[in-house]
């Protein structure tokens, strides 16, 4: 039931917007309905896609997310190693690795020795001067046996040496526990923002962010701020982070007390945050929305969030559009269904990301357990009746299509995270449940195809 008195909160958001105004390994699968791009689309769209097992072992490849290094392309995972309950990493070296096809890949623990790495968040800190590049490697990551969200900074990459740090701390673990669902975001100067989870039994939960400070903050000794955002009843799962070009924060989110997906953003204040200076509005009410929700923001500061519509069991597509859509505050977003997913009775997968043309791309598991994206028919140069899925009656403006198929009790899609290179090639990471004993760390990944011309002999 819909509990939750937005009167106030309309009254002033309306007084409020008055006055303001790569390159990996194997397995092709076929490709779509139309290899050629239209003007509107990105060639990379339309790339081959292969799939590849990374690491095995045991139990593992829980928690994905995935980030393509800006500067050299090179793909980084982080996951959750279930049979060692530790935090892992993996990155495509291309030859000379210890994981993935022919040891493509090299697989390191990053944190061990208790329950480490669930809800792992991975992003690439920017880098700025000439010489020799070391990139650097941030993970946000919660820590099960203690309740507290932790953040590993790898230096010296691609060597990689880790130093772990705790951020935020529960005051009764574990009648609270903090670090959940975490989201981490560099901002244009490095500086990291996690954006994480705050369960209390008591009913009082929050959306949290974190921010790194360098001193006088109240939390990461000192280093961090960890500012509350929003509280209520399961407010702040499922929370996902995103910067603007300006770095100011949006974080989509679902209050599991209502069923609701909301959005928060630091861009304008008004009523809540600290100090009411964030807003924080919802965006989905319909039905039990906003679960597994993934963000990005546009040039135009526009949100562009996926997330899943639990009460019918389908992948939705919200886009801030201003004025004259079908939900958010008075109509300025568009929430639209876009295909089946699977039945939620285990993790399922909702990761979305904006291809090179300005397009959004989901990756999702279907309703077949299988691993699909899904994207805008004009994405991939299709126009008219191209689409097979999204909003449409007799013509359909999205186009999904299976990525990784399933056979007999086999499942692909939990924990997805999708990330594109900068040549606009998407890769997605994520768990594929093999058998009762649990799964492996699945890559997919699109990969241009050189063909050698055909030259016809002298007859």
């Not at 049979?83 to 495509?92: C, E, I, Q, V």
């Not at 100067?189 to 790194?212: C, H, Q, R, W």
């Not at 100011?248 to 928060?264: K, P, T, V």
């Not at 004259?324 to 568009?334: D, E, I, M, P, R």
């Amino acid at each position: 039931m819909k509990v939750r008195n937005v009167f106030g909160l309309l009254l002033s958001v309306v007084l409020l917007l008055v006055a303001a105004g790569s390159s990996l390994a194997r397995e092709p699968q076929p490709a779509g309905p139309s290899e050629a791009a239209g003007v509107n689309a990105d060639p990379a769209a339309n790339a081959p896609w292969f799939n590849i097992t990374v690491d095995a072992p045991g139990d593992t490849g829980q928690y994905t997310s995935v980030a393509i290094d800006p500067f050299n392309d090179t793909t980084y995972v982080s996951y959750y190693d279930s049979t060692n309950k530790s935090l892992r990493m993996a990155r495509y070296v291309g030859s000379g690795g210890n994981c993935g096809p022919n040891n493509s890949w090299f697989c390191q623990t990053v944190d061990s020795g208790a329950d480490f790495g669930k809800y792992s968040s991975i992003a690439i800190k920017p880098v700025s001067g000439g010489g020799i590049y070391y990139p650097e490697i941030g993970i946000a990551y919660y820590d099960a046996t203690n309740g507290k969200l932790k953040y590993a900074s790898g230096k010296l990459c691609p060597t990689c040496f880790w130093y772990k740090y705790t951020i935020d701390t529960p005051i009764a673990f574990p009648t609270d526990n903090k670090g959940q669902y975490t989201s981490l975001k560099y901002n244009s100067n490095g500086k990291p923002y996690i954006a994480y989870y705050f369960e209390n039994t008591g009913g009082v939960d929050a959306l949290m962010v974190a921010s790194y400070v360098g001193s006088g903050g109240n939390c990461g000794a000192g280093k961090w701020q960890c500012d509350t955002i929003q509280t209520g009843d399961r407010v702040g799962q499922y929370a996902s982070l995103a910067l603007d070009g300006a770095g100011n924060r949006h974080i989509a989110y679902y209050d599991g007390g209502n069923g609701d997906l909301w959005i928060a953003s630091d861009r304008i204040g008004t009523n809540c945050g600290p100090g009411n200076t964030w807003i924080c509005y919802p965006v989905d009410a319909a039905n039990d929305v906003g679960q597994y929700a993934s963000l990005y923001v546009d040039n135009s500061n526009d949100f562009h969030i996926a997330y899943y519509d639990a009460t019918t069991d389908k992948l939705k597509y919200a886009v801030d559009k201003g004025s004259g859509g079908n939900c958010g505050l008075f109509g300025s977003a568009q929430c639209d269904t876009i295909d089946d997913m699977s039945a939620g009775f285990h993790p399922l997968g909702v990761s979305i990301a904006e291809d090179a043309a300005g397009y959004p791309i989901i990756a999702y598991q279907s309703k077949l357990d299988s691993l699909n994206v899904a994207r805008p028919a004009a994405a991939l140069g299709l126009s008219g009746g191209g689409g097979n899925c999204g909003p449409g009656t007799l013509f359909y403006s999205w186009y999904c299509k299976t990525i990784k198929r399933v056979g007999f009790f086999v499942r692909h899609g939990d924990f997805v995270s999708i990330d594109l290179s900068s040549t606009g090639l998407a890769t997605i990471a994520y768990y594929g449940w093999i058998t009762s004993s649990g799964g492996d760390l699945m890559v997919a990944y699109q990969q241009f195809q050189d063909f050698l011309p055909l030259v016809m002999k002298n007859q």
